[in-house]
Nanobody, 126 residues
Framework: QVQLVESGGGLVQAGGSLRLSCAAS????????FTWFRQAPGEEREFVSS????????YYADSVKGRFTISRDNAKNTVYLQMNSLKPEETAVYYC???????????????????WGQGTQVTVSS
Protein backbone atom coordinates (compact mmCIF):
# COMPACT_ATOMS: atom_id res chain seq x y z
CA GLN A 1 0.00 0.00 0.00
CA VAL A 2 1.15 3.55 -0.68
CA GLN A 3 0.09 6.97 0.55
CA LEU A 4 0.44 10.00 -1.70
CA VAL A 5 0.89 13.65 -0.80
CA GLU A 6 0.92 16.31 -3.49
CA SER A 7 2.54 19.71 -3.15
CA GLY A 8 3.71 22.58 -5.28
CA GLY A 9 0.42 24.06 -6.36
CA GLY A 10 -0.33 27.74 -6.15
CA LEU A 11 -1.22 30.86 -8.04
CA VAL A 12 0.66 31.67 -11.22
CA GLN A 13 0.14 34.03 -14.11
CA ALA A 14 -0.62 32.74 -17.55
CA GLY A 15 2.58 31.65 -19.23
CA GLY A 16 4.21 30.86 -15.93
CA SER A 17 5.51 27.59 -14.51
CA LEU A 18 4.96 25.35 -11.54
CA ARG A 19 6.43 22.06 -10.46
CA LEU A 20 4.17 19.67 -8.64
CA SER A 21 5.51 16.93 -6.42
CA CYS A 22 3.88 13.71 -5.32
CA ALA A 23 5.62 12.14 -2.34
CA ALA A 24 4.82 8.50 -1.73
CA SER A 25 5.17 6.61 1.51
CA UNK A 26 5.22 2.89 1.77
CA UNK A 27 7.33 0.20 0.24
CA UNK A 28 8.30 -0.66 -3.31
CA UNK A 29 7.84 2.78 -4.80
CA UNK A 30 9.60 1.72 -7.99
CA UNK A 31 6.99 -0.95 -8.62
CA UNK A 32 4.17 1.58 -8.96
CA UNK A 33 3.00 3.48 -11.99
CA PHE A 34 1.94 7.05 -11.36
CA THR A 35 -0.40 9.39 -13.13
CA TRP A 36 -1.41 13.00 -12.75
CA PHE A 37 -5.05 13.94 -13.22
CA ARG A 38 -6.73 17.30 -12.84
CA GLN A 39 -10.25 18.37 -12.10
CA ALA A 40 -11.73 21.80 -12.61
CA PRO A 41 -14.93 22.86 -10.85
CA GLY A 42 -17.94 21.24 -12.46
CA GLU A 43 -15.77 19.14 -14.74
CA GLU A 44 -14.81 15.50 -14.85
CA ARG A 45 -11.40 14.37 -13.72
CA GLU A 46 -9.04 14.64 -16.66
CA PHE A 47 -5.90 12.68 -17.50
CA VAL A 48 -2.73 14.77 -17.67
CA SER A 49 0.33 12.52 -17.70
CA SER A 50 1.50 9.08 -16.69
CA UNK A 51 4.81 7.38 -16.01
CA UNK A 52 4.98 3.63 -15.95
CA UNK A 53 6.97 1.36 -13.71
CA UNK A 54 9.60 -0.84 -15.29
CA UNK A 55 10.43 0.72 -18.64
CA UNK A 56 9.37 4.21 -17.55
CA UNK A 57 7.05 4.69 -20.52
CA UNK A 58 5.54 8.16 -20.41
CA TYR A 59 2.23 9.43 -21.75
CA TYR A 60 0.81 12.91 -22.03
CA ALA A 61 -2.55 14.32 -22.82
CA ASP A 62 -2.43 16.08 -26.18
CA SER A 63 -3.28 19.37 -24.53
CA VAL A 64 -0.09 19.39 -22.44
CA LYS A 65 2.45 17.83 -24.80
CA GLY A 66 5.51 19.98 -25.18
CA ARG A 67 4.72 22.01 -22.07
CA PHE A 68 4.49 19.50 -19.22
CA THR A 69 7.11 16.98 -18.15
CA ILE A 70 6.56 14.08 -15.82
CA SER A 71 9.44 12.40 -14.02
CA ARG A 72 10.12 10.17 -11.07
CA ASP A 73 12.93 9.84 -8.57
CA ASN A 74 12.81 6.35 -7.14
CA ALA A 75 15.48 7.20 -4.57
CA LYS A 76 13.28 9.99 -3.19
CA ASN A 77 9.96 8.18 -3.63
CA THR A 78 8.67 11.20 -5.51
CA VAL A 79 6.99 11.90 -8.81
CA TYR A 80 7.13 15.34 -10.38
CA LEU A 81 5.10 17.26 -12.90
CA GLN A 82 6.87 20.26 -14.38
CA MET A 83 4.29 22.55 -15.94
CA ASN A 84 5.36 25.34 -18.26
CA SER A 85 3.43 27.90 -20.29
CA LEU A 86 0.40 27.45 -18.10
CA LYS A 87 -2.99 28.59 -19.34
CA PRO A 88 -5.96 29.93 -17.36
CA GLU A 89 -8.10 26.99 -18.48
CA GLU A 90 -5.67 24.69 -16.68
CA THR A 91 -6.83 25.97 -13.34
CA ALA A 92 -7.82 22.85 -11.42
CA VAL A 93 -7.04 20.60 -8.53
CA TYR A 94 -4.23 18.32 -9.59
CA TYR A 95 -4.20 14.79 -8.24
CA CYS A 96 -1.50 12.18 -8.13
CA UNK A 97 -2.63 8.57 -8.49
CA UNK A 98 -0.81 5.27 -8.29
CA UNK A 99 -1.29 1.64 -9.17
CA UNK A 100 0.96 -1.32 -8.45
CA UNK A 101 2.51 -2.55 -11.65
CA UNK A 102 1.55 -1.39 -15.12
CA UNK A 103 -1.80 0.31 -15.67
CA UNK A 104 -2.39 -1.28 -19.04
CA UNK A 105 -3.90 0.33 -22.07
CA UNK A 106 -6.43 2.21 -19.93
CA UNK A 107 -3.70 4.17 -18.18
CA UNK A 108 -5.69 7.37 -18.76
CA UNK A 109 -8.75 6.14 -16.86
CA UNK A 110 -9.14 7.13 -13.24
CA UNK A 111 -10.69 3.81 -12.25
CA UNK A 112 -7.40 2.03 -12.95
CA UNK A 113 -5.70 3.65 -9.97
CA UNK A 114 -6.02 2.40 -6.44
CA UNK A 115 -4.27 5.15 -4.55
CA TRP A 116 -4.90 8.88 -4.64
CA GLY A 117 -3.51 11.96 -3.02
CA GLN A 118 -5.61 14.75 -1.61
CA GLY A 119 -4.85 17.06 -4.52
CA THR A 120 -3.13 20.41 -4.87
CA GLN A 121 -4.77 23.52 -6.24
CA VAL A 122 -3.29 25.18 -9.32
CA THR A 123 -4.71 28.55 -10.26
CA VAL A 124 -3.59 30.28 -13.44
CA SER A 125 -4.58 33.91 -13.72
CA SER A 126 -5.06 35.67 -17.04
Amino acid sequence: QVQLVESGGGLVQAGGSLRLSCAASGRSFSMYSFTWFRQAPGEEREFVSSIRTGDGQIYYADSVKGRFTISRDNAKNTVYLQMNSLKPEETAVYYCAAVLGEPGRNYFRAYVYDYWGQGTQVTVSS
